[in-house]
């Protein structure tokens, strides 16, 4: 499993980069599926990747709370720090803990990759989701 971001890609760059990695999968893991960029939003992505060969699939139990988006970015504050633990309990328990088990499903099946806006991974939320279904300790 990889994650992407599309920051500073067209759509059709990250298509290319997703078919270079072998990718069937396209796990979208914003809360809303939303862009102001274009073909970035749920319907334009899902069409694009489709005529591609990669299925897309948004699943809205993995997104970060629009409320705990500012501080993520910067894991070295206190605040960074806070906002990664409260995400860390959104996808430990209920709904979150059930849609980290069925990407782990999903990935043990097909090449999956975990998509979010930011470029670096360090600074968005699929890096705790990626390490939550690999079984590592998810990072603070």
């Known amino acids: 499993?990889?994650?992407?971001g599309y920051e500073g890609l067209s759509v059709d760059q990250l298509v290319a980069r997703l078919q270079a990695d072998g990718v069937e999968v396209l796990v979208d893991v914003r809360m809303t599926p939303l862009s102001r960029k274009p073909g970035f939003s749920k319907r334009a992505l899902s069409e694009a990747l489709s005529?591609?060969?990669i299925r897309y699939l948004h699943d809205r139990r993995l997104g970060n709370p629009k409320d705990n988006r500012a501080a993520?970015?910067?894991a070295s504050s206190d605040a960074g720090a806070t906002a990664r633990?409260?995400?860390r309990e959104i996808i430990s328990s209920g709904d979150g803990a059930a849609a980290v088990r069925d990407l782990a499903a999903l990935a043990e099946?097909?090449?999956v990759a975990v998509l979010c806006f930011e470029a670096?991974?360090?600074h968005c939320h699929r890096?705790?989701?990626i390490a939550a279904v690999a079984g590592s300790a998810v990072l603070v």
């Open 109 to 111: 099946e097909r090449a």
């Open 51 to 53: 005529a591609a060969g």
């Open 72 to 74: 993520y970015a910067d």
């Open 120 to 122: 670096d991974q360090a």
């Open 127 to 129: 890096e705790q989701v």
């Open 1 to 4: 499993m990889i994650g992407i």
């Open 85 to 87: 633990a409260r995400y």
